[in-house]
């Protein structure tokens, strides 16, 4: 039998930036909402499959609004995962990912100024990606 295979190709209309911070998520959550003046929620848990058949769990905040998305996810799995695979395995020194998606999305520069200026936050980067073979993590 001749095998067929379905190529897709996805928008990848999100911006993410990596955060460094010792902080708690639920309290660099908090942290976020005071100073970009959001209301980050706690979401359930999200639940990733990795090529090598192993499920990871990340803790995730959400804010959305009906023109945009921002949301916090944890780079390190849930301590009672078994996995020990990061959300982005580029990047194992973050901490915690921020995703701001939609068409009236926050400024790139803007939003790297208002996250540096949290006192929990020790670095904030920009994450392209065209570099990111974990990407399509991202896609919900």
Do not use: C
Not at 101 to 123: C, P, W, Y
Request: proline share 4%.
């Amino acid at each position: 039998m001749k095998k067929k295979r379905l190529d897709i190709e996805y928008s990848y209309d999100f911006e993410l930036f990596g955060v460094i911070s010792s902080a708690k998520g639920y309290k660099l959550a908090w942290d976020i909402n005071r100073q970009l003046s959001v209301r980050l929620v706690k979401q359930p848990d999200v639940h990733i499959q990795f090529n090598s058949n192993v499920t990871g769990t990340y803790a995730h905040f959400s804010h959305e609004t009906p023109l945009n998305i921002l949301r916090l996810f944890r780079n390190r799995p849930n301590e009672v995962d078994a996995a020990k695979s990061f959300l982005i395995q580029e990047y194992p020194h973050l901490d915690y990912v921020v995703m701001s998606q939609g068409a009236d999305k926050f400024e790139t520069n803007q939003l790297q100024e208002h996250l540096r200026n949290i006192s929990s936050v020790e670095m904030v980067a920009f994450i392209p990606l065209d570099t990111l073979k974990s990407r399509d993590y991202f896609i919900f």
